[in-house]
Nanobody, 130 residues
Framework: QVHVVESGGGLVQPGGSLRLSCAVS????????IGWFRQAPGKEREGVSC????????YYADSVKGRFTISRDNAKNTVYLQMNSLKPEDTAVYYC???????????????????????WGQGTQVTVSS
């Protein structure tokens, strides 16, 4: 059974940085993607970024390109989301997600939409405010 556990998040001032971590376990092959969705109050859930465990390809929503970086540590089975130059509009609950359907995952991220499948973490709050 696949499990994902998030950590990180918190309160940061505009322009600041935060790093989210997500530990994944339970996959029997490397053909899966892991990444992040977020949901702000009153808004639809949207894809943020994902990385393929298979080949390391990374994908980003336009709203975070150039500011967020996703990376992985295979030895620790952990994925990181480094968030720089944070803006108030980045305030949301961030969810780590893992799924074997890589094409659906990256389409949701690039289109900024959601995905109704996969293994989801419990979510972590990121608040950007002065």
């Amino acid at each position: 059974q696949v499990h994902v556990v998030e950590s990180g998040g918190g309160l940061v001032q505009p322009g600041g940085s935060l790093r989210l971590s997500c530990a994944v376990s339970g996959f029997t092959s490397d053909y899966y993607a892991i990444g992040w969705f977020r949901q702000a109050p009153g808004k639809e859930r949207e894809g943020v970024s994902c990385i393929s465990a298979h080949d390391g390809s990374t994908y980003y929503a336009d709203s975070v390109k150039g500011r967020f970086t996703i990376s992985r540590d295979n030895a620790k089975n952990t994925v990181y989301l480094q968030m720089n130059s944070l803006k108030p509009e980045d305030t949301a609950v961030y969810y780590c997600v893992a799924d074997i359907n890589i094409p659906k995952f990256l389409v949701a991220v690039v289109a900024g939409t959601t995905m109704e499948r996969g293994t989801w973490g419990q979510g972590t709050q990121v608040t950007v405010s002065s």
